[in-house]
Every structure is written in C-alpha cells, then in structure tokens.
C-alpha cells in the first residue's frame, strides 16, 4: 500500500484519545499487513511457469483425492488430469525462501454464498531436481472473504517464516476470532504421511 505521508494529529484531551486510539490501531495494522503482502508476495519472486510447477509438485498432498484414488494410487498416471485440473483451483500468494526451505501460501476457492477463500502455509524442499524432500502443511485457515483471507493469511504467514508460535491462532485459543482450523485439537499434519490425521482415528481427507 504506496503511502506518500501519514500525518497523525494527536489530541490532548484523555477523551478524544480514547475515541482515537481503536483508529490508530487499526491503521498501524491496515499499514503492517500491506507491507508484509508486499514483501512476500508470489508475483516478485516467483514467474508463472514456477508457480505452476510448485503446485503441480504439491498438488496429490494438497488436494483431495479423485474418484477411485486413494493415499496409494493417488500417484498412479491416471489421475494426471485430475490434478492438473485441480491445480488450477488454486493460487500462489505469497513465496520465501530461507535455510534451504521454501515457505508457501496457496488458497483456493472454498464453497460458500460469498466467494471466500481458504489459505494454507506450506513448508517444503526440493531437490536439485525438483523432487519433494520435506512437505508440512503448517496451517489451513477458516474460509474467509478475500480481503481478510490476504489479511490473516500474510501475517499467519509471516509468523511461520520467522517461525514463530501459531498456537494463539488455533481455534481452541483465538476466542471468537476465527483464524487457524487446522491443526486444533483433534487434527494434526502428519508429516512422515504428509497429510492431516485425527487424533485416535483413521486418516482422513481434508
């Protein structure tokens, strides 16, 4: 968000500091969230050609598998269309790399009377030729319009890459602000399996 000057006029009165205080919380996060999409976002980082190649090397734990697939044969060639299809449902947002990892945030388009989008954080390593080594999906959020999917997505994401604690945001902790579903209580990734499990249950498909 371009800001040629901010100008703030601070009132004296205890009053009129009350009034004006949510304001300037709200602006000082409105100004943080645009700066931190803009020093991730995909488009600087990434050309198309690599964002599509970076979905289609994730898309089989990402996406949900096809009719007749399953945790198995999901990789099989003839779910090929499938994915590559289902590819398309998705989007790069935001890109980092650091010590030897890439930090991913994808979104897709979540059903729903609005068009809203979920997000996921994705921590992951290629080899030299292009092959997955490492694959965590360190977070999926709650399906959100689009301005407080970018919102909510860029700073979960920003905290990951610094690696910092997301716990706040799971939904047993964040109250009645909605951010994290997955993990909570009950659901984890696992990352040997690449994929999200309930705890004391079978796998399941997200």
Not at 88 to 114: C, F, G, M, N, W
Not at 142 to 148: A, M, R
Request: hydrophobic share 35%.
């Amino acid at each position: 968000m371009p800001m040629a000057s901010l100008f703030i006029f601070i009132p004296k009165s205890q009053k009129a500091m009350k009034f004006l205080f949510p304001i300037l919380a709200a602006l000082m996060l409105l100004v943080s969230a645009c700066s931190t999409e803009n020093k991730y976002e995909a488009d600087k980082h990434l050309t198309e050609v690599e964002k599509s190649q970076l979905l289609l090397t994730t898309i089989r734990y990402m996406g949900h598998l096809p009719k007749k697939g399953t945790q198995e044969n999901k990789f099989d060639a003839d779910f090929d269309e499938h994915y590559s299809t289902l590819a398309k449902e998705y989007t790069v947002e935001a890109y980092h790399q650091k010590d030897d990892y890439e930090y991913v945030l994808t979104t897709r388009i979540a059903p729903s009377l609005k068009e809203k989008k979920i997000a996921i954080g994705v921590k992951m390593q290629r080899n030299a030729n292009g092959e997955l080594t490492y694959y965590e999906e360190v977070f999926r959020t709650w399906k959100f319009e689009v301005p407080e999917m970018k919102e909510k997505g860029f700073m979960l994401f920003d905290k990951m890459v610094k690696g910092e604690d997301l716990s706040p945001y799971y939904p047993q902790n964040s109250g009645k602000e909605e951010f994290i579903e997955f993990p909570d209580q009950k659901v984890t990734f696992d990352i040997k399996e690449r994929r999200w499990i309930m705890k004391g249950m079978d796998l399941f498909e997200m």
